[in-house]
């Protein structure tokens, strides 16, 4: 089993969908971070939490540490946003990110 | 405060050749990894650099890369005599302490 499971794998939606990648985690950590990579391969790091609720414009991140799990909500989706969603957790004090495997968005106008 | 700045964003060599990446931090970090991602596969750590020291280059192949961040100056991935199997996305990250990474835009090589 992966330390980090994000699900679903692939998700297409229409646009304005309000949309939901989960992220699970089995190690403790202490922080965990949500990061996009544009079909061009560019990454850009959205959130990072260890705690409680961030929002950023119609991107909102979740991390219920107890469960060990965060999400990623966007709401009124835009094809603009489609991408790949990548969930990863730094370690304690270890540096190395831990990767989920990404979730594939596509967002249909 | 610009971001994370790699050059060139796209580079090819042929096979035997040199390739050198930069990353020039975000200003004021001072931890810097690199991060190799191979075609439909996620990002593996390479190497975490501060200045002028190599931490840990747990991820780096044995032969043929190397890796430096000097006192002045941008950080450089080395790799000499490329072979196809090199070809991937690489990634600089850097952090001003060891959790926060900020990422650039990539690096593509492609060896012919």
């Known amino acids: 089993k992966n330390e980090v499971e994000q699900s679903p794998q692939n998700l297409t939606a229409q646009e304005g969908e309000f949309i939901t990648i989960n992220c699970s985690y089995s190690?403790?950590?202490?922080?965990l971070h949500w990061l996009q990579q544009h079909p061009g391969g560019g990454i850009v790091s959205l959130f990072m939490?260890?705690?409680?609720?961030k929002k950023h414009g119609r991107l909102i991140a979740t991390i219920n540490i107890q469960e060990k799990h965060s999400s990623l909500h966007i709401t009124a989706s835009h094809p603009r946003d489609s991408a790949v969603y990548i969930c990863a957790v730094s370690v304690d004090s270890n540096y190395q990110l831990i990767w989920g495997a990404g979730t594939k968005l596509i967002i249909k106008p | 405060n610009a971001g994370v700045m790699q050059n060139p964003r796209h580079l090819v060599r042929r096979r035997g050749q040199e390739a050198r990446l930069r990353c020039s931090p975000m200003?004021?970090?001072?931890?810097v990894y690199w991060y190799r991602q191979l075609p439909e596969e996620g990002l593996k750590f390479m190497v975490y650099?501060?200045?002028?020291?190599?931490?840990?280059e747990s991820g780096m192949p044995k032969e043929r890369f190397s890796a430096e961040f000097p006192k002045e100056g941008p950080s450089i991935l080395r790799i000499q005599q490329v072979v196809r199997g090199d070809s991937a996305a690489y990634f600089c990250?850097?952090?001003?302490?060891?959790?926060?990474?900020?990422f650039g835009p990539g690096t593509r090589l492609l060896v012919l």
């Open positions: 650099l501060q200045k002028e020291n190599i931490i840990d």
């Open positions: 190690v403790g950590i202490s922080a």
């Open positions: 200003k004021g970090h001072s931890h």
């Open positions: 990250a850097s952090s001003p302490r060891t959790e926060t990474q900020y």
């Open positions: 939490l260890s705690s409680g609720k």
